[in-house]
């Protein structure tokens, strides 16, 4: 197995299903500015995925292109975090679900600016600036829901409990982290549970949210294992491809 | 023959096709340029990752020089270093202003949440009476505003660091 490419993969995908999740509330955002905004964050989060499929097709080197990867692989070949295949919920759900995942996004990507691939620490290096604007977006609705009304606080509540479970996946390391991180190609990644789980102590704690005591987690994404969401996520991502090959815009 | 400055000079007429105003070398996003007799090499970088304009930008940068001479054109992408709106020239954010977009200002410190708002003076009016009404804008690199003492609407072109 190639680790960085494997590597590559999970960072790619992150960005893509994430980024389409994001985009399916195109035309549906609670008020213009928002929707707006969560457009806005899909496009970053799809150009991201783009540069990341890009280069993982040249380390594979078998001739892909960031269209092959995207669109043109089967479900279980992807390898992004559960967490953000999971439904989009309500708004407040929504933002509960970036939160999380932005909170890990700026110090990964800080890490990652230092390895000693240039493609991997350039790629970073641009991404961190996006992320930086996404976390504080995420945060602020965060508190603003948390510390609203009655009804926004138990429904932000509520989400926080359900997709609490999919945030030990953030941390999931297994043989593509270590073989990488030994040939240098990967930083260490010391200390980054430690600074997600006290900037999300902060902010949950500025928006009167209590962490759940649950220590049950799931996990899977970064195997391939996925929850039945990812299925019908590809059903519509990869329609036009497989419907009709080889179409370009 | 073609000289690298002929080059610079011809790409001042190629414009971002959303904000149409300034041109690709105002808005700081071409590297470096290589003229190899008729051979031209120009690398450029996106403002942001998933900025839907570049591929457009390419397209107009290679039309533009084809128009002006007989060069073969190759334009490359680069992402490092990763762009910044300091690359936005004087020149460039005099333009914008003009045009009504307010031009990039210092930003607050983004990891202090709810941190006092930078101040974006209108670009109709100049009054520095103006909120924030959405971080998100009509592209990546707008955020939109709002002046309190002319109650203008307008795009700030954010700044990216």
């Given at each position: 197995?190639?680790s960085?490419?494997?590597?590559?993969?999970r960072l790619?995908?992150?960005?893509?299903?994430?980024?389409?999740r994001?985009?399916?509330?195109c035309?549906?955002?609670?008020?213009?500015?928002?929707d707006?905004a969560m457009t806005n964050l899909?496009?970053?989060?799809?150009?991201?995925?783009?540069?990341?499929?890009?280069?993982a097709?040249?380390?594979e080197?078998?001739?892909r292109?960031?269209d092959?990867?995207?669109?043109l692989?089967f479900?279980r070949e992807?390898?992004?975090l559960?967490l953000?295949e999971q439904?989009?919920g309500?708004f407040?759900?929504?933002?509960?679900?970036?939160?999380?995942?932005?909170?890990?996004?700026?110090?990964l990507?800080?890490?990652?600016?230092?390895?000693?691939?240039?493609?991997?620490?350039?790629?970073?290096?641009?991404?961190?600036?996006?992320?930086?604007y996404h976390?504080?977006?995420?945060?602020?609705?965060?508190?603003?829901l948390?510390?609203?009304?009655?009804?926004s606080?138990?429904?932000?509540?509520?989400?926080?409990d359900?997709?609490?479970?999919?945030?030990?996946?953030?941390f999931?390391?297994?043989e593509?982290?270590?073989?990488?991180?030994?040939?240098g190609?990967?930083?260490?990644?010391?200390?980054?549970k430690?600074?997600?789980t006290?900037?999300?102590?902060?902010?949950?704690?500025?928006?009167?949210?209590?962490?759940?005591t649950?220590?049950?987690?799931?996990?899977?994404?970064?195997?391939?294992?996925?929850s039945?969401?990812?299925?019908?996520?590809?059903?519509?991502?990869?329609?036009?491809?497989?419907?009709?090959p080889?179409?370009?815009? | 023959?073609?000289?690298?400055?002929?080059?610079?000079n011809?790409?001042?007429?190629?414009?971002d096709p959303e904000?149409?105003?300034?041109?690709?070398v105002?808005?700081?996003i071409?590297?470096k340029?290589?003229v190899?007799?008729r051979?031209?090499?120009?690398?450029?970088?996106?403002?942001?990752?998933g900025?839907p304009?570049?591929q457009?930008?390419?397209d107009?940068?290679?039309?533009?020089?084809?128009?002006?001479?007989?060069?073969?054109?190759?334009?490359?992408?680069?992402?490092?270093?990763?762009?910044?709106?300091?690359?936005?020239?004087e020149?460039?954010?005099r333009?914008?202003?003009?045009?009504?977009i307010?031009p990039?200002?210092?930003?607050?410190?983004?990891?202090?949440?709810f941190?006092?708002?930078?101040?974006?003076?209108?670009p109709?009016?100049n009054?520095?009476?103006t909120k924030?009404?959405?971080q998100?804008?009509?592209?990546?690199?707008?955020?939109?505003?709002q002046?309190?003492?002319?109650?203008e609407?307008?795009?700030y072109?954010?700044?990216?660091r």
């Amino acid at each position: 197995m190639n680790s960085l490419f494997e590597y590559l993969l999970r960072l790619g995908d992150d960005s893509l299903i994430v980024g389409h999740r994001l985009s399916e509330w195109c035309g549906h955002g609670p008020i213009l500015e928002e929707d707006i905004a969560m457009t806005n964050l899909a496009l970053d989060f799809v150009g991201q995925a783009t540069s990341i499929y890009k280069y993982a097709g040249e380390v594979e080197g078998k001739g892909r292109t960031a269209d092959d990867l995207a669109f043109l692989r089967f479900d279980r070949e992807y390898k992004n975090l559960l967490l953000l295949e999971q439904p989009n919920g309500d708004f407040g759900m929504t933002m509960m679900k970036q939160f999380l995942f932005d909170a890990y996004r700026k110090p990964l990507f800080e890490r990652l600016m230092k390895s000693s691939d240039e493609t991997v620490s350039a790629i970073a290096a641009k991404s961190l600036k996006e992320t930086k604007y996404h976390l504080k977006h995420s945060s602020e609705w965060v508190i603003r829901l948390g510390d609203g009304t009655e009804e926004s606080h138990n429904r932000v509540q509520e989400s926080l409990d359900t997709l609490w479970r999919y945030t030990a996946e953030l941390f999931f390391e297994d043989e593509v982290d270590s073989e990488l991180k030994a040939s240098g190609i990967i930083p260490s990644m010391e200390g980054l549970k430690e600074e997600w789980t006290s900037y999300v102590n902060e902010v949950l704690n500025l928006a009167t949210l209590t962490v759940p005591t649950n220590n049950w987690v799931q996990e899977g994404g970064r195997k391939g294992m996925h929850s039945e969401h990812l299925g019908y996520i590809l059903s519509e991502l990869q329609y036009m491809q497989r419907a009709y090959p080889g179409m370009e815009w | 023959m073609v000289t690298e400055k002929d080059i610079w000079n011809y790409l001042e007429e190629v414009f971002d096709p959303e904000v149409p105003v300034l041109t690709v070398v105002d808005l700081g996003i071409v590297q470096k340029v290589v003229v190899d007799e008729r051979n031209i090499g120009i690398t450029i970088t996106p403002t942001y990752s998933g900025c839907p304009a570049m591929q457009r930008i390419e397209d107009d940068i290679i039309e533009k020089l084809r128009e002006k001479g007989d060069f073969n054109v190759t334009v490359d992408l680069v992402l490092s270093p990763a762009w910044t709106t300091d690359w936005i020239s004087e020149e460039g954010k005099r333009k914008l202003k003009e045009y009504g977009i307010a031009p990039p200002e210092d930003e607050a410190d983004k990891s202090v949440l709810f941190a006092e708002q930078t101040v974006v003076p209108c670009p109709k009016c100049n009054s520095r009476d103006t909120k924030m009404i959405s971080q998100f804008g009509s592209t990546a690199c707008k955020a939109h505003y709002q002046c309190n003492t002319c109650l203008e609407p307008f795009d700030y072109f954010k700044c990216l660091r």
